[in-house]
């Protein structure tokens, strides 16, 4: 096999958090679509504290609500069989990222959040997976389903698989690997 580890995105990945986006967007006075980690970062320090609550009120609700992709679970479990380690590396919350993972009793003991390492696009959170789990950036896979994980992925030297059950609305060039069910990953990077 091509790759020693894997590191997983949360959000439409591994989870459907139903995060209400709109609603953030509605109480921050935001464009629908603005990248809400960087607009907020320009911010007063008190702007900043509210919109913090607020994003951090709708992601610990996301949470409560979310959903397993159940075949992703499949899949970590099938790398768990393998004994193949594996990651998240999430725009989340450190908090909202476990509350995710103990509701749906996903036991991924290393996570990257945006608490923890500049958030993605940025490449650092997959760099330091890649050393934490002991392989080189090629020895990795992540595997995402937005432009933000493509571009962190190709930042980082790490090939990129896109979960994609929908098609996406942005430009995948440069992915790895595109898929629309885990099996088919599965496939692709175990036969």
Known sequence: MKFKAFAFDLDGTLVDTKIDFAAIYQELNLPDGTPLLEEIEQWSASEKQRAQNVMHHYEQKGAEESLVIADAFDFLVHLENFKIPFAVFTRNSRATALKTLEKHKLNIPLVISRDDANPKPHPEGLHMIAK???????????????????QAGQAAGVSTALYLPQPPDFETLGAYFTFDHYDKLRTHCFN
């Open 132 to 150: 934490q789990l002991a392989v080189k950036a090629h020895e990795l896979l992540f595997v995402g389903d937005y432009i933000f994980d493509l």
